[in-house]
């Protein structure tokens, strides 16, 4: 799942000079998952391609859904905004299994129990994908990306298309899946929790559930293709081939920790300027600040990128844009009533998020609890320093 164009191109044209000749009897087509690899965010999750051999033909490629250029304009705006174009790359089975075994994943090859006309079928399919013209698609994470498309043009192209019903497994949210992917990732956790909304914490159907390779691969070790007495086992053969990977390295510093660890400072100050009769405003900058700036993605992700999953998201209850007003209000000179009526009103809408949560059908991270009861805490004491502000303008 990275950056392979260039070697696409120097294969398409190996490909290109294959697609007028038939596979033989002893071609075989192949469903690649790899398991997932820690070091890197994109590569918790796994991955599916589909494998091309035909030693009578000197044809062995693999067929990868998931690649993508960072050289494209504006790649960081485009990916944060849903935009981003994935390809359909062609590379040697030896260079793609050589890939995986030095990162430390383990490849499963399930060799699937197709007729000739139906390798023939999907092999036209594949090579026309993979036209320079075909091979772009709109990546979308949950519902077309690396894993859905092989099992799709599987699917489109054998006779009786497949059946999945012999495969019932646990009925999870989106959530619950990726979640469980990133599990030794607390930060990737936390980034999911707060971007995603509430359409991922709706329950998967299971033919949704292969948009994880694992899953995908699970399914179509119980699917058959065809119903009935005329139906035949989609996978007729497994290979795995082992590679022994690092041990994840347990992460100390979480979210939790680090959000108890605000909480705890916040507190410290704000029991400081009650005893003090101050108020330390630099923190408050710093916090509304950073939490408005935060609130500002949110509401770029909900209300303007082309995300699938992230609208509605209930954390804009209490990270939203409005909390850049603080620190202006603050800084403006006739700004105290102002400041007043924002941290009033504010500190009721945090009170609600924190309390009301337990109605709202979304997934609340731990790490959440202590990040608002600290703009909750700020919020009030603001309000307090808001008031004597606005008192102090009318005596003069």
């Not at 304009?73 to 174009?85: A, S, W």
């Not at 030896?94 to 499963?108: F, K, L």
């Not at 036209?124 to 013209?133: I, M, S, Y």
């Not at 290979?239 to 680090?258: C, F, I, L």
Request: charged share 20%; proline share 5%.
């Amino acid at each position: 799942m990275k950056n392979l164009g260039v070697i696409f191109l120097l294969l398409f044209s190996l490909i290109k000079g294959a697609e007028a000749r038939a596979l033989s009897p002893e071609a075989e087509i192949s469903l690649l998952t790899s398991a997932p690899y820690e070091a890197e965010v994109f590569t918790v999750y796994g991955h599916a391609a589909l494998r091309v051999s035909d030693p009578r033909q000197k044809i062995d490629v693999v067929f990868n859904y998931g690649m993508f250029s960072f050289d494209k304009p504006f790649f960081i705006y485009r990916f944060v905004k849903g935009e981003t174009d994935y390809m359909l790359g062609v590379m040697p089975y030896a260079h793609y299994a050589v890939e995986y075994q030095m990162r430390g994943s383990t490849v499963t090859e399930q060799v699937l129990d197709l007729t000739p006309a139906e390798r023939e079928t999907i092999w036209k399919a594949l090579v026309e994908n993979a036209r320079p013209e075909n091979r772009e698609y709109r990546y979308n994470f949950f519902f077309d990306n690396c894993s859905t498309r092989p099992a799709e043009i599987i699917e489109q192209n054998v006779e009786g298309g497949v059946d999945y019903s012999a495969w019932q497994p646990e009925s999870l949210t989106f959530r619950d899946m990726i979640n469980y992917c990133t599990r030794n990732k607390p930060w990737q956790t936390f980034g999911c929790d707060l971007v995603l909304g509430t359409p991922t914490d709706r329950t998967a159907t299971p033919h949704e559930m292969l948009f994880l390779p694992g899953y995908l691969s699970e399914a179509f070790s119980k699917a058959t293709i065809g119903e009935g007495e005329h139906a035949r086992k989609l996978v007729k053969e497994t290979r795995q081939y082992e590679a022994v990977s690092d041990e994840a390295e347990e992460t100390v510093v979480t979210p939790a920790v680090v959000a108890w660890a605000l909480f705890v400072l916040v507190a410290g100050i704000t029991g400081w300027e009650i005893k003090k009769k101050k108020y330390a405003w630099g923190i408050d900058v710093v916090l509304f600040t950073v939490a408005g700036l935060a609130g500002c993605l949110l509401f770029f992700l909900s209300f303007i990128s082309e995300h699938p999953s992230i609208f509605p998201n209930w954390n804009l209850m209490w990270l939203q844009p409005l909390h850049l007003l603080s620190p202006l209000f603050f800084c403006i000179r006739k700004g105290a009533k102002a400041f007043y009526y924002y941290h009033f009103i504010n500190f009721a809408a945090l009170l609600a998020a924190l309390v009301g949560w337990i109605t709202v059908p979304q997934h609340l991270n731990a790490a959440f609890i202590p990040l608002i009861i600290s703009l909750l805490v700020r919020s009030w004491q603001a309000r307090g320093f808001g008031k004597q502000l606005k008192a102090s303008a009318k005596t003069r």
